[in-house]
């Protein structure tokens, strides 16, 4: 099993930047990638940018390429995701996620809600 717990969520005004970080325990070895997905109510949870633990690369969805940047901190287990030119559209709970070279995205963290105001 892998526990995920997100943190740095928060209000920020249109342009601004946050950092969200999620950090992982447990079995953490099994970890081929994490993720960060995004849902706002009645919709449905969107994906935002995936890092592969061990090379580092990352992929992004078109919304937020060139704004967000995902990072790695191998010692600590982490995941970071730096968002900037926040917009209105960007608010919603933002979920952190895991899975392994087998597997769909098994592991998920509480969600930490991200509002960006106008």
């Known amino acids: 099993q892998v526990q995920l717990v997100e943190s740095g969520g928060g209000l920020v005004q249109a342009g601004g930047s946050l950092r969200l970080s999620c950090a992982a325990s447990?079995?953490?070895?099994?970890?081929?990638?994490m993720a960060w997905f995004r849902q706002t109510p009645g919709k449905d949870r969107e994906f935002v940018g995936v890092?592969?633990?061990?090379?580092?690369?990352?992929y992004y969805a078109d919304s937020v390429k060139g704004r967000f940047t995902l990072s790695r901190d191998i010692a600590r287990n982490t995941i970071y995701l730096q968002m900037s030119s926040l917009k209105p559209e960007d608010t919603a709970v933002y979920y952190c996620?895991?899975?392994?070279?087998?597997?769909?995205?098994?592991?998920w963290g509480q969600g930490t809600q991200v509002t960006v105001s106008s």
């Open positions: 447990g079995r953490t070895s099994s970890v081929f990638a």
């Open positions: 996620a895991a899975r392994t070279k087998d597997s769909d995205y098994d592991y």
């Open positions: 890092i592969n633990w061990s090379g580092g690369n990352t």
